[in-house]
């Protein structure tokens, strides 16, 4: 049950993990919200709310990590030879489930990433989440096995692939020309953030690592569950906890307790199911939001309608009150969370293959 | 990539519109009313309807803050009575009526008061904003928390006081930080 460790690409992946956990924790020290070092979800909600998809004026922020994210993987993948445009695997239900990736994580305030840098930093109302994500990791891995998939993906023409890195590239040009249409926060969560430059320089390098590893923390979840200790991804995200533990200690971060939190609410049947939800979406469509934006940076064209949806889905989280806060969960949120596990449900009997199962 | 006439066509009409789109945003005056007008226009409304309630604020409430800083805490209470009838809805009375009762000692109802305040208008524990209470409640819970846990430990069970227990703890996690 353990792995090669003279294999140079666990030892990359190892990097990549510990990478992940240090830098999400400094990058709150460094000006981001409390434990929100790196918040995928939360990101794509402040930048959302940027371009003008939502009017909550405390959330809008064209964040740079993840513009560093998707260049980062499209700079390294060109380097690598790995950027290769395909796509054409259903579409509009990866579109749809980006936006629900996000209603998931918005319900329980934070991506997978957050919902572990959460932990590490002592919240203990971060478990309903993990045992939320691990079920709804190992429910999509059943359904993967009884033949629910979104079919093959093939290759495209060069030119789509381009387009979410172009996208992205536009974003950065936006982030330091400051044009009047794109919205800054000056209170809330979305002004409290690092010096733009350091942000970016942290999402091009861990966009380049996870694109190189293949690192994110479903993927990591899902591998521990199929192959145990032999994965080297289940090694990176103990590489994560590990070094998001001894960063929050050591940055005076770390404070155990349930209740009073950063960023937490704790209805907790509510934080099992969005990443219940986020868990199940993530095995369907090949990786968490993260790992949809690494992908989306080499060419995917299936993990770039995904983002998109999640810009869409981040937009609307907000302008529909989806989004929980340390008050708890609203109905908007709740019934959303619930339409997404109706989405994910109809879409398992919809693309399943029986006679392969 | 280019093999034919029609290509060479394409990429010389992409260099232009590149070039004009290039020249366009370089020779821009740089005014902000030619710059998208109407996004302008909204964000200015925007903060202009913000300042503009700062400032209603400011004068409504002014008798309030006068008694607080006189020490006259049931006179105050009353005020806010008379402002809340006109003013049904306005969480800065919840703000106020917190700071009196938390003067007045009652930690509990102090408690209750400003989390309703900051539920509805999280500029109270938002350092950047001109409404930033994050002082006066974290005082509040400070003081407050400790003796509610000595007295739901003589208390076990009493539904009032969990309530306000939980007030507390979204008041923790409000000042702690974090996304909202």
């Known amino acids: 049950m353990s792995p090669n460790w003279t294999d140079r690409h666990f030892w990359l992946v190892v990097l990549a993990g510990s990478a992940l956990g240090v830098l999400g924790v400094l990058l709150a020290v460094w000006g981001n919200p409390q434990n ?7 990101f794509v909600e402040n930048s959302a709310g940027a371009i003008g998809l939502h009017d909550n004026q405390r959330m809008q922020y064209l964040r740079p990590e993840l513009i560093g994210f998707v260049i980062g993987s499209a700079v390294c993948a060109v380097l690598f030879r790995e950027f290769r445009s395909r796509g054409g695997s259903a579409p509009l239900p990866r579109l749809i489930s980006g936006a629900f990736l996000i209603v998931g994580s918005a319900v329980f305030i934070g991506c997978p990433i957050k919902l572990f840098l959460r932990f590490t930093a002592g919240d203990l109302s971060a478990i309903a989440g993990i045992l939320g994500l691990v079920v709804g990791v190992w429910v999509g891995l059943q359904g993967l096995s009884h033949g629910v998939d979104l079919g093959r993906s093939r290759d495209e023409n060069p030119g789509s692939g381009l387009m979410v890195p172009a996208l992205f590239l536009l974003f950065l040009v936006f982030l330091f020309a400051r044009p009047a249409f794109i919205l800054f926060s000056e209170r809330g969560g979305a002004a409290q953030h690092a010096p733009a430059l350091i942000s970016l320089v942290v999402g091009l390098v861990l966009g380049a690592l996870a694109q190189r590893t293949r690192f994110c923390i479903t993927g990591s979840v899902r591998d521990g569950l199929l192959m145990g200790g032999r994965s080297p991804l289940i090694w990176g995200l103990g590489a994560f906890v590990l070094g998001a533990v001894v960063a929050n200690l050591t940055t005076g971060q770390f404070q155990l307790g349930l209740y009073g939190q950063p960023g937490a ?23 968490c939001p993260f790992r949809q934006l690494v992908k989306a940076g080499e060419g995917d064209v299936d993990a770039g309608l995904a983002v998109v949806g999640m810009l869409l889905g981040g937009g609307i989280v907000q302008s529909w009150g989806m989004a929980a806060t340390a008050a708890g969960v609203s109905l908007p949120g709740k019934t959303a969370v619930l339409s997404g596990l109706v989405f994910i449900l109809g879409i398992s009997l919809l693309f399943r293959d029986r006679v392969r199962a | ?39 302008m226009d909204r964000q200015l409304e925007q903060e202009m309807s913000y300042q503009a309630r700062i400032a209603f604020l400011t004068r409504r409430y002014q008798p309030v803050i006068v008694q607080l800083g006189q020490g006259a805490l049931p006179e105050a209470l009353l005020t806010l009575e008379e ?35 900051v539920r509805q208008n999280p500029d109270y524990v938002d350092s950047a904003s001109p409404l930033n209470q994050r002082q006066l409640i974290d005082a509040v819970v400070s003081q407050g928390m400790p003796q509610l846990r000595d007295r739901l430990r003589a208390q076990p069970g009493n539904r009032s006081l969990e309530q306000v227990l939980k007030d507390g703890y979204y008041l923790q996690s409000r000042l702690a930080g974090g996304c909202e």
């Open chain 1, 265 to 287: 609410h704790t209805e907790h049947i509510w934080s099992f199911l969005g990443m219940l939800l986020v868990g199940w979406l993530s095995v369907l469509i090949g990786g």
């Open chain 2, 1 to 39: 990539m280019f093999q034919d006439r029609f290509d060479r066509l394409l990429f010389a009409g992409l260099l232009l519109t590149v070039a004009v789109l290039a020249g366009l945003l370089i020779t821009a005056p740089i005014d902000a009313s030619h710059v998208s007008g109407r996004v």
């Open chain 1, 36 to 42: 929100s070092g790196i918040c995928v979800s939360c």
């Open chain 2, 83 to 117: 402002i809340s009838r006109d003013l049904p809805g306005e969480v800065h009375s919840d703000l106020l009526r917190g700071d009196v009762f938390f003067r007045m000692g009652q930690l509990d109802r102090a408690l209750t008061n400003l989390a309703v305040a």
